[in-house]
Nanobody, 125 residues
């Protein structure tokens, strides 16, 4: 029900935009987030956006470089614009969604009910 896309190979300093499209039901009133997991590491919070699109949260390692946004017309699609990528951003990126949750829970993976299959982002030096 969540399809992540847009991953690929990019050089350090480059940019990528990931997309997450929801289908099968409406997620217009659900919060959405991005997490990532590098090989051998735990899943890490990247960014989240409230169902209304008015509030966003970012992990410390991506603040100022990544931007999460939501399609205003069709709130079932969320984007993650990634800039100034470095090798530490290499990971599988997952999108996830949850019913309206507490602001403090947006960065917690267990708060999310549905997960996409992940898209690989590889940053070369």
């Amino acid at each position: 029900q969540l399809q992540a896309s847009g991953g690929g190979l990019v050089q350090a300093g480059g940019s990528l935009r990931l997309s997450c499209a929801a289908s099968g039901r409406t997620f217009r009133d659900w919060d959405m987030g991005w997490f990532r997991q590098a090989s051998g590491k735990e899943r890490e919070f990247v960014a989240a956006i409230r169902w209304s699109g008015g509030t966003t949260r970012y992990g410390d390692s991506v603040k100022g470089r990544f931007t999460i946004s939501r399609d205003n017309a069709n709130k079932n699609t969320v984007y993650l614009q990634m800039s100034s990528l470095n090798v530490d951003d290499t990971a599988v990126y997952y999108c996830a969604t949850t019913p309206r949750t507490a602001l403090s829970s947006l960065a917690v993976a267990t708060s999310y009910d549905y997960w996409g299959q992940g898209t690989q982002v590889t940053v070369s030096s």
